[in-house]
């Protein structure tokens, strides 16, 4: 058990050997725990490494993206009465907003990749996804006068992205 005393006008803590190794005992409890604690975190650091690689996209995703996006854009528009025109501007503005949608995600690619050749290839991508779908604005700006704003505005991102491109190569 364990006791106080005074002597020598000092405070002192007297134990028996019971409440030593109930002490020892719960140190060694603590210790363990600890332990397990930091061994979880490691492995949580670990997964979560994982699942960060795992959703990375590349150069061939914004291909991908970009297809999508294009066959939708053209199905859209076979399907719209060239007449009316609406179909058609809806189509343009949905297009030009995934591509700003797009020009948001590879900066944010380009801002987390550490090596300047990929942040390069990252802005080179977003390039050849703007000449795609700015030429295909720019066969409907001939029969649509309304979709000239957008081409300009898809011409404006591609010309950041250029810039980008040019300043890390």
């Known amino acids: 058990m364990a006791a106080f005393s005074r002597g020598a006008g000092r405070l002192r803590y007297e134990t028996s050997e019971t409440a030593i190794r109930l002490i020892a005992r719960r140190i060694v409890l603590r210790r363990r725990a600890h332990a397990r604690c930091a061994e979880a975190i490691s492995e949580l650091r670990k997964n979560q490494q994982g699942l960060r690689l795992g959703m990375v996209?590349?150069?061939a995703?914004?291909?991908a993206i970009t297809?999508?996006?294009l066959k939708r854009f053209d199905e859209g528009v076979a399907a719209s009465d060239p007449e009316i025109g609406g179909k058609c501007d809806l189509e343009v503005a949905r297009l030009e907003s995934q591509m700003i949608q797009l020009y948001g995600i590879a900066a944010l690619l380009a801002r987390r990749e550490m090596d300047l050749g990929e942040i390069a290839e990252?802005?080179?991508s977003m390039i050849s996804v703007c000449d795609t779908v700015a030429q295909k604005i720019q066969r409907l700006c001939g029969e649509h006068t309304f979709c000239v704003a957008s081409h300009d505005?898809?011409?404006d991102i591609r010309n950041k992205s250029a810039r980008l491109r040019e300043l890390h190569l």
């Open 67 to 69: 297809d999508s996006a």
């Open 122 to 124: 990252v802005w080179g």
């Open 153 to 155: 505005r898809i011409l």
């Open 57 to 59: 996209l590349d150069a």
């Open 61 to 63: 995703d914004f291909l």
